[in-house]
């Protein structure tokens, strides 16, 4: 079994910047990639981005490319999503997703392991 616990939500004004963290505890070995999901009220869950437990493959959903950055430290088992330029239409509560199948996926279904979730609320 493996736990997930985030941390780092909060509110923000658009342009901001917030990370959010994602700590494994458990049987950290047996997975094989990490994701952050979001899901705004009356949404279904979606994916954000993805990346390898060891092989440092990362991957983004189009509506974050190039202001959000996931990034893993193993020696910590954390997991870290740094967003920036902040828009309203990113407030969602984010949570971390964890797989242990070899294969990368943005499908929430997929995912073995989830954190509680963290709230992010972008005003204008």
């Known amino acids: 079994q493996v736990q997930l616990v985030e941390s780092g939500g909060g509110e923000v004004q658009a342009g901001g910047s917030l990370r959010l963290s994602c700590a494994a505890s458990?049987?950290?070995?047996?997975?094989?990639?990490m994701g952050w999901f979001r899901q705004a009220p009356g949404k279904e869950r979606e994916f954000v981005t993805a990346?390898?437990?060891?092989?440092?493959?990362?991957f983004y959903a189009d509506s974050v490319k190039g202001r959000f950055t996931i990034s893993r430290d193993n020696a910590k088992n954390t997991v870290y999503l740094q967003m920036n330029s902040l828009k309203p239409e990113d407030t969602a509560l984010y949570y971390c997703?964890?797989?242990?199948?070899?294969?990368?996926?943005?499908?929430?279904?997929?995912?073995?392991?989830w954190g509680q979730g963290t709230q992010v609320t972008v005003s204008s």
């Open positions: 997703a964890a797989d242990e199948k070899i294969h990368y996926s943005g499908d929430p279904g997929h995912y073995d392991y």
């Open positions: 458990g049987r950290t070995s047996s997975l094989f990639v």
């Open positions: 990346i390898g437990w060891s092989g440092g493959n990362t």
